[in-house]
T-cell receptor, first 113, second 113 residues
Framework: NAGVTQTPKFQVLKTGQSMTLQCAQD?????MSWYRQDPGMGLRLIHYSVGAGITDQGEVPNGYNVSRSTTEDFPLRLLSAAPSQTSVYFCASSFRQGGSEAFFGQGTRLTVV | DQQVKQNSPSLSVQEGRISILNCDYT??????FLWYKKYPAEGPTFLIS?????DKNEDGRFTVFLNKSAKHLSLHIVPSQPGDSAVYFC????????????FGKGITLSVRP
C-alpha cells in the first residue's frame, strides 16, 4: 500500500531553473494539497485541489503552478527557481475535506543555489 | 496574521510523565482540529482530531481537549514515552468554498528516558 508518493526526495537547482515535483496517491482521494515547511514557519499551504480539474491557491502560491488532470496525480511546478524556494515540500491527500485525516508523502528537500 | 498558534517551540518531559502540548486559534469558524506528529526526514502523520462540537476526544494514550470559549486546545500524552519525541503540529479546518487546513508552527517534544 504505497499511500502518497513524492519524487524526488532531494533536489538541487540553480536559480532560474524550472522543475516539477511529482506527487501520486493510490487511495482514490479527492482532496490533494502541497505544503512547504520552513524552520520556525510550520507547514504553509501552497496550492490545493478538491478534485480532478479543480485547483486553487493556498497561503503562499507565488512562483508555483499546479494541475490536476487525474485523481491520482498532483504535480507542483517551479517555473523559475529562486533561493527563497529552498524548503522541504510535502504533498498530502485526504478522502474529503473537514476532519478527515490527511496522508502526507515523505517530502522533497529542495535547495536552490 | 497567524490563525493557529503554538507559542511554545519546545517541551521536555520525563518518561512516564504527562506531556501537555498547547494550541490557540483565532478564528471561531474552525470546525475541526487535528494533531499531527512528525519525525525527522518523514512526512507528518495524523494523530488525533476533534470536532468543534466536542470538548474531548481520547485515543489510547492521547487525549485532545477543546475549550471553545478560550479558543484553546491541548494534546495530553499519558504516559509519555521516548518514542513520542517528535514535532507536533496543531491544525485547524475551515469548512466552506475555500476549505483547507491551517497549521501551527509546531512544538518539538523531547521525552527523556
Amino acid at each position: 500500500n504505497a499511500g502518497v508518493t513524492q519524487t524526488p526526495k532531494f533536489q538541487v537547482l540553480k536559480t532560474g531553473q524550472s522543475m516539477t515535483l511529482q506527487c501520486a496517491q493510490d487511495m482514490n482521494h479527492e482532496y490533494m494539497s502541497w505544503y512547504r515547511q520552513d524552520p520556525g514557519m510550520g507547514l504553509r499551504l501552497i496550492h490545493y485541489s478538491v478534485g480532478a480539474g479543480i485547483t486553487d491557491q493556498g497561503e503562499v502560491p507565488n512562483g508555483y503552478n499546479v494541475s490536476r488532470s487525474t485523481t491520482e496525480d498532483f504535480p507542483l511546478r517551479l517555473l523559475s527557481a529562486a533561493p527563497s524556494q529552498t524548503s522541504v515540500y510535502f504533498c498530502a491527500s485526504s478522502f474529503r475535506q473537514g476532519g478527515s485525516e490527511a496522508f502526507f508523502g515523505q517530502g522533497t528537500r529542495l535547495t536552490v543555489v | 496574521d497567524q490563525q493557529v498558534k503554538q507559542n511554545s517551540p519546545s517541551l521536555s518531559v520525563q518518561e512516564g510523565r504527562i506531556s501537555i502540548l498547547n494550541c490557540d486559534y483565532t478564528n471561531s469558524m474552525f470546525d475541526y482540529f487535528l494533531w499531527y506528529k512528525k519525525y525527522p526526514a518523514e512526512g507528518p502523520t495524523f494523530l488525533i482530531s476533534i470536532s468543534s462540537i466536542k470538548d474531548k476526544n481520547e485515543d489510547g494514550r492521547f487525549t485532545v481537549f477543546l475549550n471553545k470559549s478560550a479558543k484553546h486546545l491541548s494534546l495530553h500524552i499519558v504516559p509519555s514515552q521516548p518514542g513520542d519525541s517528535a514535532v507536533y503540529f496543531c491544525a485547524a479546518h475551515l469548512t466552506g468554498a475555500n476549505s483547507k487546513l491551517t497549521f501551527g508552527k509546531g512544538i518539538t517534544l523531547s521525552v527523556r528516558p
